[in-house]
């Protein structure tokens, strides 16, 4: 069966400091891979997706950026970050086999002082 | 561009039915979804229903596809407690050919004992 990991789970971090999120999938080969954000009050936002190893859409201008080393990872990164980063931060992967259902990771929440 | 719209809060007593609303904007969606997110936790899909359906039952959810309106409703019959969460529509943009979703901002359902 699939899975999807995240870490770290919690994460408090200076403004200005590096970020460096992870999520793993197990169990698929080549799947979607997607980076939202949860922020109060806006609902879910998609940053990023990737449907291939180095390959990266991004949806949104920001302070952010992604990559996809390998098949089943991805990474967020930010060089400095902002407070208005701070958010929960979910990674989800898409099974092409099924009716495009995605599959979310437990999250990671993210807070930026 | 696409957007998803519904309401942010909704509280119901146990025992009684929720209705949850939603909007959508595109078209061509081949697919809508409502998700599930308990506190603190990644999103879960619920179900999800075919374009061409008007209507889906799945044991206390009933799913309401209105294509022309544009409207997609979801009913959950002898609300629990445990069915307290925030509630996310979804709809599948580019004729579902990415994978990539619009979710709207989530509705929180309170159940109240």
């Known amino acids: 069966s699939q899975t999807i990991h995240q870490w770290p789970a919690t994460l408090v971090q200076p403004v200005g400091s590096p970020l460096s999120l992870e999520c793993t999938v197990e169990?698929?080969?080549?799947?979607?891979l997607y980076w939202y954000r949860q922020a109060a009050g806006r609902g879910l936002q998609l940053l990023f997706y990737?449907?291939?190893?180095?390959?990266i859409s991004s949806e949104v201008p920001q302070n952010l950026s992604a990559s996809r080393p390998q098949d089943r990872q991805f990474i967020l990164s930010s060089k400095k970050l902002l407070l208005s980063d701070s958010g929960f931060y979910l990674c989800?992967?898409?099974?092409?086999?099924?009716?495009?259902?995605?599959?979310f990771g437990p999250g990671t929440r993210l807070t930026v002082l | 561009g696409e957007d998803v719209e519904q309401s942010l809060f909704l509280s119901v007593r146990e025992g009684d039915s929720s209705v949850i609303n939603c909007t959508y904007t595109?078209?061509?969606?081949?697919?809508l979804y409502w998700y599930k997110q308990e506190p603190g936790a990644g999103l879960q899909l619920l179900t999800y229903?075919?374009?061409?359906?008007d209507m889906k039952q799945d044991q206390r959810l009933t799913v309401l596809l209105n294509k022309k309106d544009k409207h997609l409703s979801l009913r959950i019959a002898d609300t629990q407690t445990g069915d307290s969460a925030i509630y996310f529509c979804?709809?599948?943009?580019?004729?579902?050919?990415?994978?990539?979703?619009?979710f709207g901002k989530g509705t929180k359902l309170s159940v109240k004992p």
């Open positions: 229903i075919f374009s061409n359906m």
């Open positions: 595109d078209s061509s969606s081949t697919y």
């Open positions: 169990g698929t080969s080549n799947p979607n």
């Open positions: 990737s449907v291939g190893i180095g390959q």
């Open positions: 989800a992967w898409l099974d092409r086999h099924s009716y495009n259902e995605q599959f």
């Open positions: 979804a709809e599948s943009i580019d004729g579902g050919s990415q994978g990539n979703l619009i």
